[in-house]
Protein backbone atom coordinates (compact mmCIF):
# COMPACT_ATOMS: atom_id res chain seq x y z
CA UNK A 1 0.00 0.00 0.00
CA UNK A 2 0.99 3.24 -0.97
CA UNK A 3 -0.13 6.70 -0.06
CA UNK A 4 2.06 9.94 -1.40
CA UNK A 5 0.81 13.25 -0.54
CA UNK A 6 1.08 16.33 2.27
CA UNK A 7 -0.26 15.04 4.59
CA UNK A 8 -0.56 18.66 6.42
CA UNK A 9 -2.31 20.06 3.82
CA UNK A 10 -4.72 16.90 3.02
CA UNK A 11 -7.26 17.11 6.12
CA UNK A 12 -6.95 21.24 6.65
CA UNK A 13 -6.55 22.18 3.59
CA UNK A 14 -8.37 19.85 0.41
CA UNK A 15 -10.53 18.13 3.47
CA UNK A 16 -12.27 15.02 3.29
CA UNK A 17 -15.55 12.45 3.96
CA UNK A 18 -15.79 10.72 6.39
CA UNK A 19 -18.54 7.52 6.10
CA UNK A 20 -19.53 4.97 8.56
CA UNK A 21 -21.56 2.26 8.03
CA UNK A 22 -22.86 -0.14 5.07
CA UNK A 23 -24.83 -0.12 2.24
CA UNK A 24 -28.47 -0.36 4.31
CA UNK A 25 -27.73 2.77 6.20
CA UNK A 26 -24.32 4.97 6.25
CA UNK A 27 -23.80 8.37 7.01
CA UNK A 28 -21.06 10.65 5.58
CA UNK A 29 -19.78 14.27 7.19
CA UNK A 30 -16.26 16.67 5.88
CA UNK A 31 -13.64 16.44 8.11
CA UNK A 32 -10.76 18.52 8.42
CA UNK A 33 -8.73 17.21 11.40
CA UNK A 34 -7.55 14.16 10.96
CA UNK A 35 -3.42 11.95 10.48
CA UNK A 36 -1.71 9.58 9.30
CA UNK A 37 0.78 7.47 10.28
CA UNK A 38 1.90 4.40 12.10
CA UNK A 39 0.76 2.92 15.53
CA UNK A 40 1.32 -0.86 16.79
CA UNK A 41 3.29 -1.38 13.83
CA UNK A 42 0.31 -0.55 11.64
CA UNK A 43 -0.68 2.12 9.18
CA UNK A 44 -3.20 3.87 10.58
CA UNK A 45 -5.59 7.22 9.79
CA UNK A 46 -6.42 9.32 12.79
CA UNK A 47 -10.29 10.69 12.67
CA UNK A 48 -11.52 13.34 14.97
CA UNK A 49 -15.76 13.28 15.49
CA UNK A 50 -18.06 15.74 17.85
CA UNK A 51 -20.18 13.59 20.06
CA UNK A 52 -23.49 15.03 18.52
CA UNK A 53 -22.16 14.49 14.85
CA UNK A 54 -25.01 12.21 13.28
CA UNK A 55 -21.75 10.17 12.10
CA UNK A 56 -20.96 9.34 15.39
CA UNK A 57 -23.48 7.19 16.01
CA UNK A 58 -22.10 5.08 12.97
CA UNK A 59 -18.40 4.99 14.04
CA UNK A 60 -19.49 3.92 17.03
CA UNK A 61 -22.03 1.10 15.68
CA UNK A 62 -19.60 -0.26 12.74
CA UNK A 63 -16.15 -1.95 12.78
CA UNK A 64 -15.02 0.12 9.41
CA UNK A 65 -14.66 3.38 8.07
CA UNK A 66 -13.58 5.64 4.93
CA UNK A 67 -11.78 8.80 4.51
CA UNK A 68 -11.84 9.63 1.20
CA UNK A 69 -10.17 12.85 -0.85
CA UNK A 70 -11.82 14.75 -3.60
CA UNK A 71 -10.93 17.08 -6.07
CA UNK A 72 -10.84 20.65 -6.09
CA UNK A 73 -14.17 21.22 -7.48
CA UNK A 74 -16.13 19.27 -4.55
CA UNK A 75 -15.18 21.71 -2.47
CA UNK A 76 -18.11 23.51 -2.35
CA UNK A 77 -20.27 19.97 -1.59
CA UNK A 78 -17.72 19.16 0.93
CA UNK A 79 -19.00 22.16 2.70
CA UNK A 80 -22.83 21.41 2.71
CA UNK A 81 -22.27 17.79 3.78
CA UNK A 82 -20.09 19.38 6.63
CA UNK A 83 -22.50 21.73 7.74
CA UNK A 84 -25.33 19.75 7.10
CA UNK A 85 -26.80 16.99 9.44
CA UNK A 86 -27.90 13.67 7.78
CA UNK A 87 -30.99 13.61 10.77
CA UNK A 88 -31.88 16.64 8.80
CA UNK A 89 -31.45 16.10 4.86
CA UNK A 90 -30.69 13.28 2.11
CA UNK A 91 -27.02 13.89 2.24
CA UNK A 92 -26.77 11.50 -0.74
CA UNK A 93 -29.52 12.93 -2.61
CA UNK A 94 -28.52 16.90 -2.23
CA UNK A 95 -24.59 16.11 -2.44
CA UNK A 96 -24.76 14.40 -6.05
CA UNK A 97 -22.14 12.02 -5.14
CA UNK A 98 -22.72 8.32 -6.07
CA UNK A 99 -22.13 5.91 -3.31
CA UNK A 100 -19.82 3.05 -3.59
CA UNK A 101 -20.21 -0.21 -1.69
CA UNK A 102 -17.50 -1.37 -0.63
CA UNK A 103 -16.55 -5.02 1.19
CA UNK A 104 -15.52 -2.86 4.52
CA UNK A 105 -17.77 0.01 4.46
CA UNK A 106 -18.80 3.16 1.81
CA UNK A 107 -17.04 5.22 -0.55
CA UNK A 108 -17.89 7.60 -2.83
CA UNK A 109 -17.44 7.26 -7.45
CA UNK A 110 -15.94 10.51 -7.64
CA UNK A 111 -13.43 10.08 -4.78
CA UNK A 112 -9.76 10.52 -5.80
CA UNK A 113 -8.33 8.28 -3.44
CA UNK A 114 -10.15 6.79 -0.39
CA UNK A 115 -8.80 5.19 2.70
CA UNK A 116 -10.51 2.41 4.45
CA UNK A 117 -9.90 1.64 7.53
CA UNK A 118 -10.74 -0.55 10.64
CA UNK A 119 -11.47 0.87 13.93
CA UNK A 120 -8.84 -0.01 16.64
CA UNK A 121 -9.31 2.37 19.20
CA UNK A 122 -12.01 4.87 20.36
CA UNK A 123 -11.11 7.87 23.10
CA UNK A 124 -13.08 11.05 24.35
CA UNK A 125 -11.06 14.11 24.02
CA UNK A 126 -11.17 15.47 27.71
CA UNK A 127 -10.68 18.86 27.70
CA UNK A 128 -8.81 18.64 31.14
CA UNK A 129 -5.83 17.38 29.18
CA UNK A 130 -5.94 20.27 26.96
CA UNK A 131 -4.56 24.11 26.91
CA UNK A 132 -7.20 26.45 28.70
CA UNK A 133 -7.37 28.65 25.97
CA UNK A 134 -7.66 25.68 23.11
CA UNK A 135 -10.54 23.89 25.88
CA UNK A 136 -12.10 27.04 25.86
CA UNK A 137 -11.87 28.36 22.06
CA UNK A 138 -12.88 24.83 21.12
CA UNK A 139 -15.61 23.20 23.04
CA UNK A 140 -16.96 26.28 25.38
CA UNK A 141 -20.34 25.05 25.19
CA UNK A 142 -20.28 22.16 22.43
CA UNK A 143 -19.85 18.70 22.43
CA UNK A 144 -16.51 17.36 22.80
CA UNK A 145 -14.97 15.09 20.24
CA UNK A 146 -14.31 11.35 20.20
CA UNK A 147 -10.88 10.20 18.64
CA UNK A 148 -10.96 7.75 16.52
CA UNK A 149 -7.82 5.41 15.14
CA UNK A 150 -8.04 3.30 12.36
CA UNK A 151 -5.75 0.74 10.71
CA UNK A 152 -5.70 1.29 6.89
CA UNK A 153 -6.42 -1.72 5.22
CA UNK A 154 -7.00 -0.98 1.81
CA UNK A 155 -6.31 2.27 -0.45
CA UNK A 156 -8.63 2.75 -3.29
CA UNK A 157 -7.38 5.26 -6.19
Same mark, same amino acid.
Given at each position: MEFNTDIFS?? %?? +???LLTAGDE????????????????WRKPVATVYVRTSRYTHEFMD?? &???? #????? !? @?? +?? #???VLGSKSGR %?? %???? %??????????????? !? &?? &?VTLV?????? @??? &? !???MPADIAKE???????????IGEVVEIIR
Open positions: QF %DK +KWAKSFNTMTISWGGLGTLEN &EYFT #ISFYP !E @QY +KE #ILG %DM %DKMK %DSGLTAKVLKDGVTF !E &EA &ECRKLFR @QKL &E !ESNMYEGQASHDMY
